[in-house]
């Protein structure tokens, strides 16, 4: 009876350990776009001059507290299954924040896909937890998003956080 359990428990600790390794295996020959500055418009939702005020900014702010921001908007994430894996992959990738104090915040959305995540690095959780990235993202940005004004939900939104690492 005792073998027989035992062998049971090691049959379920393989399947898990199958289970857990099928669900963070990363898309394979896939390559994320190149960073072309603080603010890469892949959806061309903003205006270039746009661009300019939100990379002033993030520009000014990382003169200010060497904290990097880049946001990022999409089409899709595929071939991956969920825009919180993608954009944890897409900021370590592009190297957001300083290697030895991961200070980087990654804002990434899609009007396509309507979603959007604010990805912080480890360095800065202690000042942006995930409550109030939600927060920055239910109270500020999505009502300016409703009303099609993405660059203001973003400036905004941009504005919230920097208040809460600086």
């Given at each position: 009876?005792?073998?027989?359990?035992?062998?049971?428990?090691?049959?379920?600790?393989?399947?898990?350990?199958?289970?857990?390794?099928?669900?963070?295996?990363?898309?394979?020959?896939?390559?994320?776009?190149?960073k072309n500055g603080f603010v890469n418009d892949f959806e061309n939702i903003f205006t270039s001059d746009q661009i300019l005020e939100l990379n002033q900014i993030i520009k000014k702010h990382e003169k200010e507290t060497s904290n990097e921001i880049?946001?990022?908007?999409?089409?899709?994430?595929?071939?991956?299954?969920?825009?919180?894996?993608?954009?944890?992959?897409?900021?370590?990738?592009?190297?957001?924040?300083?290697?030895?104090?991961?200070?980087?915040?990654?804002?990434?959305?899609?009007?396509?896909?309507?979603?959007?995540?604010?990805?912080?690095?480890?360095?800065?959780?202690?000042?942006?937890?995930?409550?109030?990235?939600?927060?920055?993202?239910?109270?500020?940005?999505?009502?300016?998003?409703?009303?099609?004004?993405?660059?203001?939900?973003?400036?905004?939104?941009?504005?919230?956080?920097?208040?809460?690492?600086?």
């Amino acid at each position: 009876m005792k073998k027989g359990t035992l062998l049971i428990l090691i049959f379920l600790s393989l399947i898990q350990i199958g289970f857990s390794q099928t669900m963070t295996e990363k898309p394979t020959n896939f390559k994320f776009p190149d960073k072309n500055g603080f603010v890469n418009d892949f959806e061309n939702i903003f205006t270039s001059d746009q661009i300019l005020e939100l990379n002033q900014i993030i520009k000014k702010h990382e003169k200010e507290t060497s904290n990097e921001i880049a946001v990022v908007t999409i089409m899709t994430y595929a071939p991956y299954d969920n825009l919180f894996d993608y954009s944890l992959d897409l900021g370590n990738y592009w190297g957001i924040g300083k290697k030895n104090k991961n200070n980087g915040v990654l804002i990434v959305f899609g009007k396509q896909i309507r979603e959007i995540r604010i990805q912080v690095g480890y360095g800065l959780e202690k000042k942006l937890k995930d409550g109030e990235a939600k927060k920055i993202i239910d109270d500020v940005i999505i009502p300016e998003f409703k009303k099609g004004d993405y660059f203001s939900g973003i400036k905004k939104g941009l504005y919230e956080i920097i208040k809460e690492i600086k």
